[in-house]
């Protein structure tokens, strides 16, 4: 049986332990963490200067224009959320491939098999996780969503219960936080279609639960006779240029045991449910 005192110096050592270990891991990211400081600084500047740097509104006339500053704005928010897999094996290598410069990529937020939450981009700030993507109207997914990553290798993984419930209660947050629509979370796969299969086999309709994006009603009504399904995959957000490879983005999302690029009677019914929900 443990003394006061020992259980006193214990938890002295204990403490000690865990701000070494902090320390270290504080070390261990410095000189990433001295970069993301310099370049959100740099970024500061460039909303801070007034007038604003380089940007003219009549480029054909400089001179008739004027730069008076309202006192009345905000920061821009978030409206998306876009989910993916790491396609990786750890945590520590995604971290790792974050701080590639030479890869390029970021997202907001990296979640471990085993529920862990690491922030890695200020939400106000562009992570670079949609690349080339379309939803909508929306051109620009990067600088409209927050980009989360689920460590998983994207093939043979399952999803682990600690992950989702963590993501849920991440995405709970972002809801909040920026007023975000149901239908606005939404996988890579969906807004770039061809290019990218991620989420995988993933347990959307638990998502969906728990409020974030639509899945389908167990009861699925026949669509009328005149449902165009090229239209209502358009309306919901797919880019459909390339029509097969947005049919098996759909499916990628919604059907999952089956993605090749046609949509079988079945699928139709689903398409049908889901377009109803926008
Ligand atoms: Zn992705």
């Not at 959100?40 to 004027?66: R, W």
Request: aromatic fraction near 12%.
């Amino acid at each position: 049986m443990l003394s006061f005192h020992s259980t006193k110096y214990s938890s002295i050592f204990f403490l000690a332990l865990v701000t070494f270990i902090s320390a270290c891991s504080t070390k261990k990211y410095a000189v990433t963490e001295k970069i993301y400081k310099n370049k959100a600084k740099d970024f500061s500047e460039i909303i801070s200067s007034t007038p604003p740097k380089g940007q003219l509104y009549d480029s054909l006339n400089a001179a008739n224009q004027e730069w008076i500053g309202s006192v009345n704005f905000g920061i821009r928010k978030p409206n998306f959320v876009v989910i993916h897999h790491t396609a990786q094996n750890s945590l520590t290598q995604t971290v790792k491939t974050f701080f590639s410069t030479t890869a390029g990529t970021s997202a907001h937020y990296v979640i471990s098999r085993d529920g862990k939450v690491v922030h890695m981009v200020n939400d106000y700030l562009r992570a670079n996780h949609a690349g080339v993507s379309k939803w909508g109207k929306d051109t620009d997914l990067n600088s409209s969503s927050i980009g989360i990553e689920l460590d998983n290798n994207g093939t043979t993984d399952v999803w682990p219960e600690a992950q989702i419930n963590s993501l849920i209660k991440l995405l709970a947050t972002l809801k909040k936080t920026y007023n975000i629509p149901v239908a606005n979370f939404i996988g890579h796969a969906d807004i770039a279609p061809k290019r990218k299969n991620d989420p995988r086999n993933f347990p959307w309709k638990k998502l969906a639960d728990a409020g974030f994006g639509y899945w389908y009603d167990n009861i699925l009504k026949n669509p009328p006779v005149d449902f165009n399904s090229e239209m209502a995959l358009k309306y919901i957000g797919y880019d459909t240029s390339n029509l097969p490879a947005a049919i098996t983005a759909f499916k990628i999302h919604f059907i999952q045991s089956d993605i090749t690029p046609k949509l079988t009677p079945v699928d139709i019914l689903v398409l049908y449910n889901v377009y109803t929900k926008y």
